[in-house]
């Protein structure tokens, strides 16, 4: 093992024993987070009765999570970076796992919320360092397979979510999908903390952009706060909340560009196929966002499924998840990622305009399987030629900080769909519990997610090249 204190040698061969310890640490970490993350999509309805929440209230339940993982996952990967990857890695996963608690714990729709968010910054350092740490640690050639690896362990972990979920829900509690996170982090500090080498940026410093992440914070609060309430009728406070979140993004960028040592390196900007990485990122995770939430309250509120068999309707893209994300890896790195990351989305957005008629008037295998299995299909082919790619085009001493602007982009992209989407499709208040309303927001809303879909891949097409993997 690397010394604590010593940057790691990014000499960790795929196939040995360093390998598969440290793909076990981080594909239990990374797979708790999208576990937790899906599981509670299946629990919206259950907690809207439960705990008498409003639509507001169900997407506050998931942007309450999302927006600090977004506004912080900058200052997680640099904290990684230079403090060590490991280190940081494991103190997300601890508070990850305590605020998992608070909300396993919670009594009311603004104490989960509060929990959420809480649960939000320990996303913030664990997510970033479970792909920095990939980067830094893994030699060149076996990077993109490892990548390929973790996207399809870590997926099963995300895809089981909706269905373990469920069962938990209908069968115990919706709490236990949070309390089912404590176990599983010691399991992940154990693992970690005795088998994966730490590494760093060893040109790193101790200065840190506090003001840029704040500001970044308040910017998409503040855009997050608009969106949701102009669906309740928000009026003047919505067109505050507007101008509060340009002034602080116009502040954000400005400080940004002057100061020595940026949250956000916008000079990884200058890089064309970062940019359109990340713009593809933007996309595809935008709508996979929105396109999951509405899939699964449109199976529980208008064709009646439990939790189990909203979780269980997307199960069998587990199977090609499963298959196909590392030999996806391991084919972007032979010929390129910019086939796969550009047939990949054009596929999922196939398989969401087919689940557009969703609406209970057919057996599942005709209206729900084709599309879901395409929708599998597509996320297989393009997630891990994607991730390699963003780390691709980066300089590998700023992989803590690339990972953490991918995954902010990601989850930025997640949470401003997840506030924009209802109001864009004339939901408010209980509609969701309307049969007859949620249908027609349903299906507005699964048809501009296949268009976001395609927007994804078309602009992976214009803007990747097949040589941003070679070292």
Same mark, same amino acid.
């Given at each position: 093992?690397?010394g604590?204190?010593?940057?790691?040698?990014?000499?960790?061969?795929?196939?040995?024993?360093?390998?598969?310890w440290?793909?076990?640490a981080?594909?239990?970490?990374?797979?708790?987070?999208?576990?937790?993350?899906?599981?509670?999509?299946?629990?919206?309805?259950?907690?809207?009765? %439960?705990?008498?929440?409003?639509?507001?209230?169900?997407?506050?339940?998931?942007?309450?999570y999302?927006?600090?993982?977004?506004?912080?996952?900058?200052?997680?990967?640099?904290?990684?970076?230079?403090y060590?990857?490991?280190?940081?890695?494991?103190?997300?996963?601890?508070?990850?796992?305590?605020a998992?608690l608070?909300?396993?714990?919670?009594?009311?729709?603004?104490?989960?919320?509060?929990?959420?968010?809480?649960?939000?910054?320990?996303?913030?350092l664990?997510?970033?360092?479970?792909?920095?740490l990939? !980067?830094?640690?893994?030699r060149?050639?076996?990077?993109?397979?490892?990548?390929?690896?973790?996207?399809?362990?870590?997926?099963?972990?995300?895809?089981?979510?909706?269905?373990?979920?469920?069962?938990?829900?209908?069968?115990?509690?919706?709490?236990?999908?949070?309390?089912?996170?404590?176990?599983l982090?010691?399991?992940?500090?154990?693992?970690?903390?005795?088998?994966?080498? %730490?590494?760093?940026?060893?040109?790193?410093?101790?200065?840190?952009d506090?003001?840029?992440?704040?500001?970044?914070?308040?910017?998409?609060?503040?855009?997050?706060?608009?969106?949701?309430?102009?669906? %309740?009728?928000?009026?003047?406070?919505?067109?505050?909340?507007?101008?509060?979140?340009?002034?602080?993004?116009?502040?954000?960028?400005?400080? %940004?560009?002057r100061?020595?040592?940026?949250?956000?390196?916008?000079?990884?900007?200058?890089?064309?196929?970062f940019?359109?990485?990340?713009?593809?990122?933007?996309?595809?995770?935008?709508?996979l966002?929105?396109?999951?939430?509405f899939?699964?309250?449109?199976?529980?509120?208008?064709?009646?499924?439990?939790?189990?068999?909203a979780?269980?309707?997307?199960l069998?893209?587990?199977?090609?998840?499963?298959?196909?994300?590392?030999?996806a890896?391991?084919?972007?790195?032979?010929?390129?990622?910019?086939?796969?990351?550009?047939?990949?989305?054009?596929?999922?957005?196939?398989g969401?305009?087919?689940?557009?008629?969703?609406?209970?008037?057919?057996?599942?295998?005709?209206?729900?399987?084709?599309?879901?299995?395409? !929708?599998?299909?597509?996320?297989?082919l393009?997630?891990?030629?994607?991730?390699?790619?963003?780390?691709?085009?980066?300089?590998?001493?700023?992989?803590?900080?690339?990972?953490?602007?991918?995954?902010?982009?990601?989850?930025?992209?997640?949470?401003?769909?997840v506030?924009?989407?209802p109001?864009?499709?004339?939901?408010?208040?209980?509609d969701?519990?309307?049969?007859?309303?949620?249908?027609?927001?349903?299906?507005a809303?699964?048809?501009?997610?296949?268009?976001?879909?395609?927007?994804?891949?078309?602009?992976?097409?214009?803007?990747?090249?097949?040589?941003?993997l070679?070292?």
């Amino acid at each position: 093992m690397t010394g604590a204190g010593d940057p790691a040698p990014a000499s960790v061969a795929l196939g040995t024993a360093g390998g598969r310890w440290l793909l076990t640490a981080t594909v239990l970490a990374s797979g708790m987070a999208f576990l937790d993350a899906t599981a509670v999509q299946v629990a919206l309805p259950t907690l809207g009765r %439960e705990l008498g929440a409003s639509l507001s209230d169900l997407q506050w339940i998931v942007n309450g999570y999302l927006l600090p993982l977004a506004a912080l996952i900058l200052l997680g990967g640099s904290l990684g970076d230079r403090y060590g990857r490991r280190r940081v890695f494991l103190i997300g996963v601890t508070w990850f796992a305590a605020a998992s608690l608070l909300c396993g714990l919670a009594q009311t729709p603004g104490q989960l919320i509060a929990a959420r968010a809480l649960q939000g910054i320990g996303g913030a350092l664990l997510t970033p360092g479970s792909l920095s740490l990939i !980067q830094s640690s893994f030699r060149p050639g076996d990077r993109a397979p490892a990548i390929g690896v973790w996207s399809s362990l870590s997926g099963v972990a995300g895809l089981v979510g909706p269905f373990l979920g469920g069962v938990l829900i209908d069968l115990v509690s919706w709490r236990l999908v949070f309390l089912l996170n404590v176990p599983l982090a010691v399991l992940v500090v154990v693992v970690a903390g005795r088998h994966v080498p %730490e590494s760093r940026d060893p040109g790193a410093h101790g200065r840190f952009d506090v003001p840029g992440a704040v500001l970044g914070a308040v910017a998409l609060g503040a855009l997050t706060y608009a969106l949701i309430t102009a669906g %309740e009728g928000g009026g003047s406070a919505v067109a505050f909340a507007l101008a509060g979140a340009a002034g602080a993004g116009v502040l954000f960028v400005v400080r %940004e560009q002057r100061t020595p040592a940026p949250v956000l390196p916008l000079r990884l900007f200058a890089d064309r196929q970062f940019t359109g990485a990340n713009l593809a990122t933007f996309a595809v995770y935008g709508a996979l966002g929105g396109s999951s939430l509405f899939l699964v309250l449109q199976l529980q509120g208008v064709l009646g499924y439990g939790a189990t068999a909203a979780g269980a309707a997307t199960l069998p893209t587990i199977l090609l998840i499963t298959l196909l994300s590392p030999q996806a890896g391991a084919l972007a790195q032979r010929i390129g990622p910019r086939l796969p990351m550009s047939a990949g989305p054009l596929t999922v957005a196939v398989g969401t305009v087919l689940l557009v008629g969703v609406d209970g008037g057919a057996p599942y295998w005709v209206e729900v399987l084709p599309g879901t299995v395409l !929708q599998g299909l597509g996320m297989a082919l393009t997630v891990a030629p994607l991730t390699a790619s963003v780390l691709g085009a980066a300089p590998d001493t700023l992989a803590g900080v690339a990972s953490g602007v991918n995954n902010a982009v990601a989850r930025s992209a997640q949470l401003l769909t997840v506030a924009a989407l209802p109001v864009t499709v004339g939901l408010s208040g209980d509609d969701y519990a309307l049969p007859d309303a949620l249908t027609e927001g349903y299906r507005a809303a699964m048809l501009l997610c296949a268009a976001m879909f395609a927007a994804g891949g078309a602009v992976a097409w214009a803007t990747i090249r097949n040589d941003v993997l070679r070292s």
